[in-house]
């Protein structure tokens, strides 16, 4: 069964720093999608970034950019420029290409300190 | 924002009685999930649905059953409510998940408490 793993349950980073977010997930597909969502106080969820599994190429908006490793199945979010905005809860997510099912993983939560 | 609405957003019920939630979408699309939010677990899916009366079942689909008879409704129905539901809800939309130019988009949440 496919699982995804965020093995950090909070990260903090100074504000205007580069963090980096970890997610590893397992799955025997070989065409699948992986997301990250972030999810503020507001409980309002939001798409930061998407890569598709068979785009070599990270995928990078404005201040977020991953780091795609499909050997290792890993796929990590790098946020620079932290601001305080960015606070919130990090998901990561995996969506099976066959059914459209998402599998989530548990989440990170960032601090942004002033 | 993709139009998405959750109702009720807060309710507070006891064990044993019927519960309904309902997700209403104005884009037209196709895909409608149910998710669960609960602390360290993330999101779980509980019931998706591909068409009108088109559904299926996600990973904690047990006490819960949905229904489509519309494509702009999604209703999410606790039969019996137990403690263990709990939770946080959410509904989701998609036209078409796997596209680039068609993400999920997220209602607000259902804060749902069972007592």
């Known amino acids: 069964a496919q699982t995804v793993t965020q093995s950090q349950p909070e990260m903090s980073v100074q504000e205007a720093e580069t963090v980096t977010l970890s997610c590893t997930y397992d799955t025997s597909e070989s065409d699948y999608y992986l997301f990250w969502y972030k999810q503020p106080p507001s409980r309002q969820m939001i798409l930061v970034i998407r890569?598709?599994?068979?785009k070599q190429q990270n995928a990078t908006e404005n201040r977020f950019s991953v780091n795609f490793q499909k050997a290792a199945k890993s796929f990590s979010l790098k946020i620079s420029d932290s601001q305080l905005g960015d606070a919130a809860m990090y998901f990561c997510a995996y969506l099976m290409d066959s059914n459209y099912q998402l599998i989530w993983g548990a989440g990170t939560k960032l601090i942004i300190k002033p | 924002d993709a139009g998405i609405t959750q109702s009720p957003r807060h309710k507070v019920t006891e064990t044993g009685t019927p519960v309904t939630l309902r997700c209403h979408q104005t884009e037209n699309h196709r895909y409608m999930y149910w998710y669960r939010q609960d602390p360290g677990h993330g999101l779980r899916l509980i019931h998706y649905s591909y068409g009108v009366k088109d559904t299926d079942k996600g990973e904690v689909s047990d006490g819960y059953s949905v229904s489509r008879s519309k494509t702009e409704d999604f209703l999410l129905t606790l039969e019996s409510a137990t403690s263990s539901q709990t939770s946080v809800y959410f509904c989701?939309?998609?036209?078409?998940?796997?596209?680039?130019?068609?993400?999920?988009?997220f209602g607000n949440g259902t804060r749902l408490t069972v007592t």
């Open positions: 890569q598709e599994a068979y």
């Open positions: 989701a939309i998609s036209e078409s998940p796997g596209r680039n130019n068609s993400p999920l988009h």
